[in-house]
């Protein structure tokens, strides 16, 4: 079946310890993403990657790391989480020619 | 600033058609106007997408304005499950490491209600 995983889809941390969120797609796609979503804020977009060892950042991608070194994963790295950071995120896959996104069901991070 | 503009809300009786509006002023002439939705506690979801032509699937109908400003996604018989926030935006096909064309801004999307 084709899909986007992230795992965890549930995760409760503290201040400044260093996460990974990961992602995974099974359909060969050149892109990926990484979205927040917050309460009035609607979604919002972190990093991208357009292939391989090409990444780009999106409207929001202080405090977030990204790495594509294979096409298939596209880990999200939170390397000194704070408060501001618990959100819902999103992963998010496409083919390269405006084709639709495949989205994750998400992972709920909570930062104390 | 977002590509597309879209009511913050509208309501709708089951069974009935709703037309949920989006404006893009700014469409240039690669972009294709995606809609998706997203469903309580669900990711989002793809539902359609166009260029030019007006598009059906079994989800739902695209019409797209002559001048390409506005779209409007077709719920031809609204059920309560079809109750989400839609979210319109565009999509670039042109592909140019370096560029711009993977931004891809949702904004805050139509919620939809659906009463019985």
């Known amino acids: 079946e084709a899909q986007v995983t992230q795992n965890p889809r549930y995760l409760i941390t503290v201040t400044g310890k260093k996460l990974t969120v990961t992602c995974s797609q099974n359909m060969n796609h050149e892109y990926m993403s990484w979205y927040r979503q917050d309460p009035g804020l609607g979604l919002r977009q972190i990093y991208y990657s357009m292939n391989v060892e090409v990444t780009d950042k999106g409207d929001v991608p202080e405090g977030y790391k990204v790495s594509r070194k294979e096409k298939r994963n596209f880990p999200l790295i939170l390397e000194s989480p704070s408060p501001n950071q618990t959100s819902l995120y999103f992963c998010a896959s496409s083919s390269w020619t405006g084709s639709p996104l495949h989205f994750g069901n998400g992972t709920r991070l909570t930062v104390t | 600033d977002a590509k597309t503009t879209q009511p913050n809300s509208m309501e709708s009786n089951e069974e009935e058609p709703v037309h949920l509006p989006c404006n893009h002023s700014?469409?240039?002439?690669?972009?294709?106007i995606h809609w998706y939705r997203q469903l309580p506690s669900q990711g989002p979801e793809y539902v359609i997408h166009?260029?030019?032509s007006n598009v059906n699937n079994r989800m739902a109908s695209l019409a797209i304005a002559e001048d390409r400003k506005s779209s409007t996604l077709i719920l031809h018989r609204a059920t309560l499950r079809d109750a989400a926030v839609y979210y319109c935006i565009l999509r670039d096909v042109v592909w140019n490491y370096g560029g711009s064309q993977g931004n891809l801004i949702f904004g805050k999307g139509t919620k939809l209600s659906v009463k019985p």
């Open positions: 166009g260029l030019t």
């Open positions: 700014t469409i240039s002439g690669t972009d294709y």
